[in-house]
């Protein structure tokens, strides 16, 4: 080969070079042998403009001001033709740095020397020229505000309790959705106390006929008197029946002379419920006479009849007997002056006056309406409970006369009441035993429901701090 071959210039080698990446007729800037012309003569094969950068030695800086028009003049002509370097020089040449390399729109920069800022992430406007410098993307600014939303709210829903509690606060509905939530747990506190308990109710009863006898369960209920005496409880404007087991059946039987028997069951949903959580119920008993002219003979038996005066027969039994009798505030004699003891059966009665001289009365069935006759009863030197009652127009029974009887009498039914048509007896029984195991009864049950309640509220009060 000649020596022409051999040797090539450098403005050959990078003709050459140009023409093997497919550029003809580039313009490769004058070399002045430092890495930023090297640069900047890539960036014009690469139509990347070249940063201008200032040196730490002072070189002179051939910047060019033309035109596009002249840029592509120049273009046009040949380049200057540069010495070429000894082989010697080419291989004392700095390497290509290994640093990383950046990308900005699909070209390569290599990232180094001592004036690139490499805190930066990318280039800087001036070294990219007419390209825009990536923008950070919002996403993660995004992604932290919404992961501070969420932390908040997570704090929140800690803090208040629940995300309904949370929606609450937000609407400024959590005070009264607390205070409801507070009365609502209360509410069910005295639920649970009702439903453990043992409820209690008053019943009251009124209606005709007036003084009826009134059975609980099958048993005559009694009252204590202020003097100590025990009574028991019959029909009247407004009759209590107190303490009755709201839970339990609860039967009533209704009597009285001359009426058909009212039967009454009371059941646990049967009962009202008061403001205050007490419990009562109404019970309206009318009675319905046996027959019309019962009907007629009670109502003539409460008229006021002045011209004729009716009588009646008593007959008392007591359990155990022997028991003393007090008639109208007297002790019960007979035409002898003798004390009458249970068993007895009178028409009339005897009292001593003053001077302790016997007087007889007879015993009247029309007597002052709502006083009657007062009959007590007790058994001395025992601790049987003393009984009272009295004997009220209501409660005598009409026996019918017969035929006979009524011829006998010269019974006029145009002229005469229908009350001359009446034999009048009151027959009466009663148990010592009944009423003393009544009190006992009363007593005991009293004391376990107290005894019942408190316990169950001590329990419960012990549950719901727990809870």
């Known amino acids: 080969m000649s ?14 070079a140009a023409a093997e990446m ?30 201008k950068k200032k040196k730490k030695k002072k070189e002179e800086v051939v910047e060019d001001t033309s035109d596009e028009d002249s840029e592509d003049e120049e273009a046009e002509e040949p380049a200057p033709k540069k010495a070429e370097k000894p082989k010697a020089e080419k291989k004392a040449e700095k390497p290509k740095s290994d640093k990383p390399k950046k990308k900005v729109e699909g070209v390569e920069i290599f990232a180094g020397g001592d004036d690139v800022d490499l805190s930066s992430p990318y280039l800087g406007t001036e070294d990219l020229g007419d390209y825009d410098a990536p923008q950070k993307s919002n996403t993660a600014l995004y992604a932290g505000v919404v992961i501070g939303v969420l932390a908040l709210a997570a704090g929140a ?4 309790g629940d995300v309904d509690d949370l929606g609450a606060l937000f609407r400024g509905e959590l005070k009264e959705k607390r205070l409801a939530e507070k009365r609502r747990i209360e509410e069910e506190h005295k639920q649970k106390l009702l439903d453990a308990q043992e409820l209690f109710g008053t019943v009251f009863i009124s209606g005709n006929a007036k003084y009826a006898a009134v059975k609980l369960n099958g048993k005559l209920q009694y009252g204590e008197t202020s003097s100590g005496q025990f009574r ?3 029909l009247t404007a407004s009759t209590p029946f107190q303490n009755l087991k709201v839970k339990e059946k609860q039967l009533f039987e209704i009597t009285s002379p001359g009426f058909q028997p009212l039967n009454v069951e009371l059941t646990q949903g049967m009962w009202n419920e008061n403001p205050g959580g007490d419990f009562t119920y109404n019970l309206t008993a009318n009675l319905t006479p046996l027959s019309p002219d019962h009907k007629l003979e009670y109502d003539a038996r409460l008229s006021s009849d002045i011209e004729t005066d009716y009588f009646g027969k008593v007959t008392i039994n007591t359990t155990p007997p022997g028991a003393t009798v007090m008639f109208n505030n007297y002790p019960l004699l007979n035409e002898k002056g003798e004390e009458l003891k249970t068993p007895v059966t009178f028409e009339k009665y005897w009292v001593k006056d003053d001077k302790g001289k016997l007087e007889e009365r007879p015993v009247y069935v029309d007597t002052t309406i709502d006083q009657g006759h007062k009959i007590e009863l007790f058994i001395p ?24 009887e009524l011829k006998a009498e010269k019974f006029n039914p145009d002229s005469d009441s229908i009350q001359k048509k009446c034999n009048y007896t009151w027959d009466f029984n009663f148990s010592f035993d009944e009423l003393k195991q009544f009190i006992a009864d009363r007593d005991a049950e009293i004391a376990r429901i107290e005894a019942h309640n408190e316990a169950e509220r001590k329990r419960l009060e012990a549950a719901n701090k727990e809870e």
């Open 3 to 16: 020596d022409e071959k051999k040797k090539k210039s450098a403005d050959e080698i990078v003709d050459d």
């Open 22 to 51: 497919g550029v003809d007729d580039a313009k490769v800037p004058e070399s002045d042998e430092s890495s930023e012309n090297v640069m900047a003569g890539l960036g014009g094969i690469f139509d990347v403009p070249a940063k």
């Open 157 to 160: 829903v800690f803090m208040v």
């Open 232 to 234: 028991e409880v019959l």
């Open 381 to 404: 030197d025992s601790d049987y409970p003393k009984y009272v009652t009295a004997l009220q127009r209501q409660m005598w029974t009409c026996n019918w006369k017969s035929e006979a």
